[in-house]
């Protein structure tokens, strides 16, 4: 055997950059995405988004194909433009690229300057996005989009841009500092934003629809004007229209993006987002906004967090809140009993996995085994002395943290250190079925089981959702296995050790 060896990841625990940025796109008003690639990558985006979500995606492509990968692929994505504009009409166009098109080394940016040379007094914003397949995981690629988009939409004062008719005007980019015409709105603009009051910028990782309503909810009921981004709660969890709609007309509006350099604070959820794919630091060094990093809102402590940086932005804490506080508090001393007999394998973005791993410790669940597929060095340190703690209160021997791991070392680790129970997305499920333990799907994707968008984690209600979620598949595991364990201890065994 050859001594150049190299690592083999066997089903990867990750999506690629470009799916992560599609997604986020999707949480502004008026966007369409195009992917600056060949078409099989717009339809495995469409696949996993339509399945995970249960709604009609549209991505579009420039359609590489051999001609263009060896002389460039200027005139396909010229092309795809002129017709996306045709057929869509809209507000806001991301250009993603992927592997392709950054291997050959596409530039996009000149490419879209060269198209808007060509269209002059072109009302669309066109958003250039880097995004390569092997650059990363969908959460970079997340991070990525929401960054490019506040990074090329000039900021706006106050009172600039909004018009009050439902129509605004955003400046295209710092190079070209175009100005591009007014577009007007399919809808009344219903601004979060008080010109009267400060405003807090809020920026997420990709979180389900229903999450996101809850945290605008939330918000509002501590009184405080915000700018969500992205938006995902209306435009990836639609209702019924008798008339298909191709362009999606909820989301983030580009006009309140152009605010977001005037907050007062941006909170921003990742622990792991690198200063240089940070949208919060961005804003910090372009801007001055000051800017807080905060885990998920998920158990007591993550919870407790968000809410106390909230308290200091003037935030009003409720009754009802404290209610709130105090029944999942409650509900964690019901389900104890049976939450710490679950050793489970947490996998998914390292947010995702930090969030919940502290979660299950809050509530005597030892989990045996924290993986993402993410390249992060920090996931170890930051949750290793709570998992140690957890796992020798409650006598299990070993704990495995990993990052860059895929699906094979993920089953391996189940089986060597008797995990019970799977928490993350429904690419778990065949290691759940070959092992015969329960999966609880509540990251994405989801592609076995509808509700993909109606998933809550977030909050005491979403935190509560895993919480009970775990205590009934460890209720259900006992009640199906008791008697043959009982039968195979105290009779059989005896019986065979007689004869």
Not at 72 to 100: D, M, Q, R
Request: proline letters at 5%; aromatic letters at 6%; one cysteine or more.
């Amino acid at each position: 055997m050859s001594d150049n060896l190299v690592n083999l990841n066997v089903n990867p625990c990750k999506m690629c950059m470009p799916m992560g940025a599609v997604t986020a796109l999707y949480g502004i008003r008026g966007c369409m995405s195009i992917l600056h690639g060949s078409q099989g990558c717009a339809t495995y985006m469409r696949r996993h988004l339509a399945t995970h979500f249960n709604e009609p995606i549209d991505i579009a492509s420039s359609a590489l194909t051999e001609q263009g990968t060896v002389f460039g692929g200027e005139a396909n994505l010229l092309k795809g433009l002129s017709n996306l504009i045709e057929l869509y009409h809209p507000e806001v166009i991301g250009v993603c690229t992927t592997c392709l098109a950054e291997t050959i080394g596409e530039d996009t940016r000149a490419i879209i300057n060269k198209f808007y040379e060509q269209n002059p007094g072109l009302a669309v914003k066109i958003i250039d996005v880097s995004s390569p397949g092997y650059g990363g995981t969908q959460n970079e690629g997340f991070f990525a989009a929401v960054r490019a988009v506040i990074e090329q939409v000039e900021p706006v004062e106050l009172g600039q841009g909004h018009k009050g008719d439902g129509s605004f005007c955003v400046l295209e980019d710092a190079e070209n500092s175009k100005i591009i015409e007014n577009t007007k709105r399919t809808v009344p603009l219903v601004s979060s934003v008080s010109p009267d009051k400060g405003w807090i910028n809020i920026i997420t990782p990709m979180i389900s629809p229903a999450d996101t309503r809850w945290l605008k909810g939330f918000l509002r009921e501590l009184g405080l004007d915000f700018i969500l981004m992205p938006d995902l709660s209306d435009n990836l969890d639609g209702v019924t229209v008798k008339t298909y709609q191709r362009l999606k007309i909820g989301g983030t509006p580009l006009s309140e993006v152009a605010r977001m350099a005037g907050a007062q604070l941006t909170v921003e959820f990742s622990e792991y987002t690198k200063p240089g794919e940070s949208p919060a630091v961005f804003l910090n060094q372009a801007h001055g906004v000051p800017y807080v990093q905060l885990p998920l809102p998920m158990g007591i402590r993550g919870m407790d967090a968000f809410i106390e940086a909230l308290q200091e932005q003037g935030g009003l804490v409720s009754d009802e809140l404290l209610r709130a506080r105090g029944r999942y508090l409650d509900a964690m001393v019901d389900g104890h009993k049976y939450c710490a007999r679950a050793r489970a394998a947490v996998f998914g973005e390292p947010d995702f996995v930090t969030a919940t791993v502290r979660l299950c410790c809050e509530n005597g669940i030892v989990p045996v085994i924290a993986a993402t597929g993410s390249v992060c060095a920090d996931l170890k340190p930051s949750i290793e002395a709570e998992i140690a703690a957890c796992a020798d209160i409650s006598f299990a021997e070993k704990a495995e943290i990993r990052d860059d791991c895929d699906f094979d070392t993920i089953e391996k680790y189940c089986q060597e250190l008797g995990a019970n129970l799977m928490i993350g997305s429904s690419e778990g499920r065949r290691i759940a079925r070959r092992l015969g333990i329960p999966l609880i799907r509540c990251a994405f994707p989801i592609h076995d089981h509808v509700g993909g968008q109606r998933v809550r984690t977030l909050g005491f209600d979403g935190s509560l959702n895993i919480l009970d979620q775990v205590a009934n598949a460890m209720l259900d595991k006992t009640s199906a296995s008791f008697r043959t364990e009982l039968y195979q201890k105290f009779y059989k065994d005896e019986v065979g050790a007689a004869s």
